[in-house]
T-cell receptor
Framework: GENVEQHPSTLSVQEGDSAVIKCTYS??????FPWYKQELGKRPQLIID?????GEKKDQRIAVTLNKTAKHFSLHITETQPEDSAVYFC????????????FGTGTRLAVRP | EAGVTQFPSHSVIEKGQTVTLRCDPI?????LYWYRRVMGKEIKFLLH????????ESGMPNNRFLAERTGGTYSTLKVQPAELEDSGVYFC???????????FGQGTRLTVV
């Protein structure tokens, strides 16, 4: 089955700096890669996703890149703000495994004001 | 529009007791998923309903777990009898179509003592 690894597990940055979280996956059939943000005590919420026919996607300060050959994808947050502090999860799914999401272990991001 | 709702938000039970978790998906979402996060680890897939049918239950840990989705609307997840290792946060999610955004509930934190 699919296996997703996520690094780092914790990340602390100064407000205004960039943050990068990296994930690798094992199943070459995976074709959908969402990123979820979970603030303390709240539900995981989708912040951005990318499909395998696209190499990069951007939404304001957030971008995701996908390298299918290397089987890795990354989340980039620029100009970080204190409200970006949360746990971020990457995930992967494929049509061949139904569409269940296989998650990484999460990255706790702290943005220091 | 109401999001995915889960009940209860917290549950503390003794080992050997029974607990039933409930999930109300977004209206019109045929796809309903159960996931679980054990302390500090990844969010792991449990099972997937399409309407009232179990599409994939490969993530269910053992036969102490029973999930139902009556009439293709809300779903319940029963743990009987509960064991200490069942402690964690149980998330429900729903989506309109497969391989599209999955909307998560706020989770049920289950503690077995």
């Amino acid at each position: 089955g699919e296996n997703v690894e996520q690094h780092p597990s914790t990340l602390s940055v100064q407000e205004g700096d960039s943050a990068v979280i990296k994930c690798t996956y094992s199943d070459s059939a995976s074709n959908y890669f969402p990123w979820y943000k979970q603030e303390l005590g709240k539900r995981p919420q989708l912040i951005i996703d990318i499909r395998s026919n696209v190499g990069e996607k951007k939404d304001q300060r957030i971008a995701v890149t996908l390298n299918k050959t290397a089987k890795h994808f990354s989340l980039h947050i620029t100009e970080t703000q204190p409200e970006d502090s949360a746990v971020y999860f990457c995930a992967a799914s494929s049509g061949s495994s139904g569409d269940k999401l296989t998650f990484g272990t999460g990255t706790r991001l702290a943005v220091r004001p | 529009e109401a999001g995915v709702t889960q009940f209860p938000s917290h549950s503390v039970i003794e080992k050997g007791q029974t607990v039933t978790l409930r999930c109300d998906p977004i209206s019109g979402h045929d796809n309903l998923y159960w996931y679980r996060r054990v302390m500090g680890k990844e969010i792991k897939f449990l099972l997937h309903f399409v309407k009232e049918s179990k599409q994939d239950e490969s993530g269910m840990p053992n036969n102490r777990f029973l999930a139902e989705r009556t009439g293709g609307t809300y779903s319940t997840l029963k743990v009987q009898p509960a064991e200490l290792e069942d402690s964690g946060v149980y998330f429900c999610a729903s989506s309109l179509r497969m391989n599209t955004e999955a909307f998560f509930g706020q989770g049920t934190r289950l503690t077995v003592v």
